[in-house]
């Protein structure tokens, strides 16, 4: 696939186009000006799968130019070059994704090889982890047969101490494994199953399957926190909370090691509504964490009004913050004020060292991402949790 690169400076132009090529890069072509890269684009779209673009140009600005790709419907991938200052191109990166273009990363003027190297190399990570899926709608028959024959399984994801590295819980992330196409993710079927009227079904599955499991970690020594993730429509049924709390009696859990994860965004639409479960459900000691936090509109209300115990700080705040000031400039005030208020701090998404030491130093709780581990089934988690204990001390001794 043929690489191009724009920019109206001839000098960082040539400049960049040896840096590609010193990284093994080939096939690239250089433009100066954004509508000949633009007449290229439309005349051999499939020829082209990575764009270097500079946002501050004399004919086309960098938005322009993301505008011009989405009317084309350019689908590969891009990469961000400014010399503006660093929330310029975090908007417009933004933007470009609202548009579906793929955005790999920033580069801020000027940059070094190294720099250019680990955008490419993060993107080469980040393509090996994201799973890969064919969307395709299910039925209502589809999805009503995988809840009753038992397809649906789940996946658990590590929650680790920043303080200690312990292990204290596990995100439970729900996948329909079909017999015959292998595994679909939730992506895929939870917004189907919302509109058939089904979550109701698929959470008891998801939950029950999951306090089980807690149970059967419980007896084998490994005492943790199961978070769920729940439905808006879960929390419109007023019997939810003793749903939750029975299944946790039937398996001999305590409730206070059940948390279920409540998406902000989605609980602002009607936040009144969901009152009366959510507050049910603290009465009856299961844990509540407002997820996703930072994404909505009405944050600091859903806080003041809703007895969450747990804060989740969305994955875009924390992804990337130990070198971008202002995430971290989000970051350490919302952490401060979760300890004020007595709530216990998840960072989701943690990919990096970096980010890991920034989060610790910030004094967050608890962690989790792909640098601590990825969604596994059960079965593997005291694998994963032997090679954890080795690497946290490792770790520790490079400190």
């Not at 299910?138 to 303080?163: C, F, H, W």
């Amino acid at each position: 696939m043929r690489t191009v690169l724009i920019d109206d400076d001839t000098l960082a132009l040539r400049l960049l186009a040896l840096q590609l090529q010193h990284l093994g890069y080939g096939n690239i072509t250089q433009c100066a000006r954004p509508h000949e890269a633009l007449a290229l684009l439309e005349s051999e779209f499939e020829t082209i799968g990575l764009v270097f673009c500079d946002l501050q140009m004399p004919d086309i600005d960098g938005v322009q130019f993301v505008r011009h790709l989405a009317r084309i419907g350019y689908r590969g991938n891009m990469v961000l070059v400014s010399g503006e200052d660093e929330r310029i191109l975090q908007t417009v990166r933004k933007l470009a994704q609202a548009h579906h273009i793929d955005v790999l990363g920033t580069l801020q003027k000027p940059f070094s090889l190294t720099q250019l190297q680990q955008v490419l190399l993060d993107t080469a990570a980040r393509a090996l982890l994201k799973p890969q899926s064919v969307h395709r709608t299910y039925t209502i028959d589809e999805l009503q047969r995988a809840i009753d024959e038992g397809e649906l399984v789940n996946y658990y994801q590590p929650k680790v101490s920043m303080a200690t590295g312990a292990l204290v819980g596990v995100e439970t992330l729900v996948r329909w494994q079909r017999p015959t196409v292998g595994l679909v993710m939730p992506d895929q079927f939870i917004s189907r199953a919302e509109e058939y009227g089904l979550i109701d079904d698929l959470t008891r599955v998801v939950l029950a399957t999951a306090i089980r499991q807690a149970q059967l970690w419980r007896d084998n020594g490994l005492d943790l926190h199961i978070a769920i993730n729940v439905s808006m429509d879960n929390l419109a049924a007023l019997n939810f909370p003793d749903v939750v709390a029975q299944l946790a009696r039937d398996s001999g859990v305590a409730p206070t090691q059940v948390v279920l994860e409540v998406t902000e965004s989605r609980l602002m639409h009607d936040p009144c509504a969901a009152l009366d479960v959510l507050t049910r459900l603290r009465l009856k000691r299961i844990g509540l964490s407002i997820d996703d936090f930072g994404t909505g509109h009405s944050s600091l209300a859903q806080l003041r009004d809703i007895p969450f115990d747990e804060l989740k700080l969305d994955r875009s705040f924390i992804n990337g913050a130990s070198h971008d000031s202002g995430l971290r400039a989000i970051v350490e005030p919302t952490l401060d004020m979760a300890r004020h208020l007595g709530m216990r701090t998840v960072a989701e998404g943690i990919e990096t060292r970096d980010d890991w030491d920034l989060l610790r130093t910030c004094g967050c709780d608890v962690a989790q991402g792909y640098f601590i581990g990825r969604p596994m089934p059960a079965a593997e988690l005291p694998a994963w949790h032997s090679s954890w204990a080795q690497r946290w001390q490792e770790m520790n001794a490079a400190a």
